[in-house]
T-cell receptor, first 113, second 112 residues
Framework: DAGVTQSPTHLIKTRGQQVTLRCSPK?????VSWYQQALGQGPQFIFQ???????QRGNFPDRFSGHQFPNYSSELNVNALLLGDSALYLC????????????FGQGTRLTVV | QQQVKQSPQSLIVQKGGIPIINCAYE??????FPWYQQFPGKGPALLIA?????SEKKEGRFTISFNKSAKQFSLHIMDSQPGDSATYFC???????????FGAGTILRVKS
């Protein structure tokens, strides 16, 4: 079992650009959540996808958007990047929305310069 | 009301000691309380979790104590080892939807 896999592992972007991060959930999992973890802080919930729809959203602007594909994999898109978007972006998957156990990937380290 | 407050911010113990990390929450609708361990450059890994219908849960060297009336829960690590040196996060979520609210984290260092 490969667990939750994320790509790329590191990324450097310029302010104002757009970025797409990718996530493949753990085998058998159909629910994917995205979190932003700033340096020295706990992860903050961005949004959650189930059945290819956004089901829950945290306190993040519309510049953050996502998508879930029929194979349950997911993308996180961030437009008009700001320096403050620099963080570790984590993907977590779970068996279903009713299952609370969430497994995290290793994250994508995004640096905005 | 969605916050989870975690303390201490950092902790140093000797090998074999029992570090204790505490968390407090406000939202009484929270129904699931996990602890995650994170090593540098890695994602958080689920250690142990508890629901509010029990007061204590043990898995290996890790124990969660839960006090529903005080809205507090804590992690104890028995016989701590240098390999336990990591950042520990408490979290909480509602029964449905598994949106996790995390504490700020505790950096644990176990000295050999």
């Amino acid at each position: 079992d490969a667990g939750v896999t994320q790509s790329p592992t590191h990324l450097i972007k310029t302010r104002g650009q757009q970025v797409t991060l990718r996530c493949s959930p753990k085998s058998g999992h159909d629910t994917v959540s995205w979190y932003q973890q700033a340096l020295g802080q706990g992860p903050q919930f961005i949004f959650q996808y189930y059945e290819e729809e956004e089901r829950q959203r945290g306190n993040f602007p519309d510049r953050f958007s996502g998508h879930q594909f029929p194979n349950y994999s997911s993308e996180l898109n961030v437009n008009a990047l700001l320096l403050g978007d620099s963080a570790l972006y984590l993907c977590a998957s779970s068996l279903s929305m009713r299952n609370t156990e969430a497994f995290f990937g290793q994250g994508t380290r995004l640096t905005v310069v | 009301q969605q916050q989870v407050k975690q303390s201490p911010q950092s902790l140093i113990v000797q090998k074999g000691g029992i570090p204790i990390i505490n968390c407090a929450y406000e939202n009484t609708a929270f129904d699931y309380f996990p602890w995650y361990q994170q090593f540098p450059g890695k994602g958080p890994a689920l250690l142990i979790a508890i629901r509010p219908d029990v007061s204590e849960k043990k898995e290996g060297r890790f124990t969660i104590s839960f006090n529903k009336s005080a809205k507090q829960f804590s992690l104890h690590i028995m016989d701590s080892q240098p390999g336990d040196s990591a950042t520990y996060f408490c979290a909480a979520s509602l029964e449905y939807g598994n949106k996790l609210v995390f504490g700020a984290g505790t950096i644990l260092r176990v000295k050999s």
